[in-house]
């Protein structure tokens, strides 16, 4: 089968790395060889605490995957490309619907290759055992979720937990880390000892200083330039406003950090935990420390969040000695084009804050997502 063929078996464009790994592939294919193994599907199911009607059912659908010859082609490369020859970091395959496969549900697809990922995780890379279990428990939340939702074993939302799957993702002190890449809008250039942030095209922004959504909200639009000796961009300040003016940085004292596609160390914040700089400060020193000697090749530049937590406009919302704010207060914050309104999904309806974020919505507020970052030798500061 010819890579032009095997993308016709998919339902979404194969990413563009892809190709390139696809007759290294051919090359060494076995037919011969599960993408699940019998052996390895129970290994998941009983370590992830599955019952076993999911135990059976995970046997048996990694056997269908086996039984046609177009779908074992199909997963065995994805397997290749994102368990055994590509870093799990830079795998972006993103579908909720890979293939198809006589008698099995999309869901239960990708549950297969997420369970081959997890498998490659217990016996090749064995993390310790409390940072491998936050992998175990995600999978196990996930089949879990598709079995109350669908009504059969198999996983939702796999290509998130793809990452987590693939021994990326762990719990360190309060936080999960997953190595990542940096934000393609906002390139991050330093002199030695400051770090600003520029906005990296257009946006639209009004008079605080604060993104917008349209044009007519607006007072002004930021731009952008470089060439080989000088950026002139709009300002970043670090609570996420943008400067109205442009500013000029001469290449010969300020140099490119953090660019899109820049390594970095992505967090995901569990709820209800103690979000303090201390305890931040602590869970980022492990987990560098970790991955330091796990992925020894990885060298993240900053470890960075993409979060409703970053957003710039709580400071309306929130007192000003409130642990997020003062943790974001020691962090580097972007505003991000996706926004929030009052309902706040992300919040338990009711709540003061949740309240807060709808009056002020109701009068006119744009709350946007935001990100933050903080590079690697500034950790130290929190």
Request: with cysteine.
């Amino acid at each position: 089968m010819t890579y032009t063929e095997l993308c016709g078996k998919f339902n979404f464009p194969m990413p563009e790395y892809a190709e390139a790994y696809y007759e290294d592939f051919t090359a060494q294919y076995d037919r011969t060889s599960p993408v699940l193994s019998t052996e390895n599907a129970i290994l998941v199911a009983e370590k992830t605490n599955l019952p076993d009607e999911a135990k059976d059912t995970l046997v048996k659908c990694a056997k269908a995957i086996e039984n046609f010859d177009d779908a074992h082609l199909c997963a065995s490369f994805l397997a290749y490309i994102t368990v055994y020859k590509r870093a799990p970091w830079v795998n972006h395959i993103y579908s909720d619907d890979l293939f198809t496969v006589e008698g099995l549900n999309p869901e239960q697809v990708g549950w297969v290759l997420v369970a081959t990922q997890l498998a490659n995780t217990l016996i090749n890379k064995k993390p310790p055992e409390d940072l491998n279990q936050e992998n175990l428990n995600s999978f196990n939340s996930y089949s879990w979720a598709c079995f109350e939702q669908k009504g059969y074993w198999g996983i939702l939302e796999w290509n998130w937990n793809m990452l987590c799957a693939g021994g990326c993702m762990f719990l360190f002190d309060i936080l999960k880390y997953v190595p990542g890449e940096f934000f393609g809008n906002y390139p991050v250039i330093t002199d030695g000892n400051d770090y600003v942030s520029l906005a990296g095209g257009e946006f639209f922004v009004n008079g605080e200083g604060d993104l917008v959504e349209s044009k007519e909200k607006s007072v002004f639009t930021t731009s952008f330039y470089e060439d080989d000796e000088k950026y002139i961009a709009h300002v970043v300040n670090r609570d996420g406003t943008i400067e109205s003016k442009p500013t000029e940085f001469s290449k010969s004292v300020w140099k490119d950090y953090l660019r899109g596609g820049s390594p970095i160390l992505e967090i995901h914040i569990p709820q209800r935990v103690e979000y303090t700089p201390e305890r931040i400060k602590h869970a980022h020193k492990l987990a560098l420390d970790f991955f330091k000697d796990f992925y020894p090749t990885y060298n993240p530049k900053a470890v960075a969040c993409y979060s409703w937590i970053c957003s710039p406009q709580l400071k309306r919302v929130l007192p000003e000695n409130s642990n997020i704010l003062v943790v974001n207060g020691k962090l580097h914050i972007v505003p991000l084009a996706s926004s929030f309104d009052g309902s706040c999904r992300f919040l338990r309806q009711g709540t003061s804050l949740q309240k807060r974020i709808a009056e002020e919505c109701e009068k006119g507020i744009e709350f946007h997502n935001g990100a933050s970052y903080i590079p690697i030798d500034e950790i130290d500061s929190l």
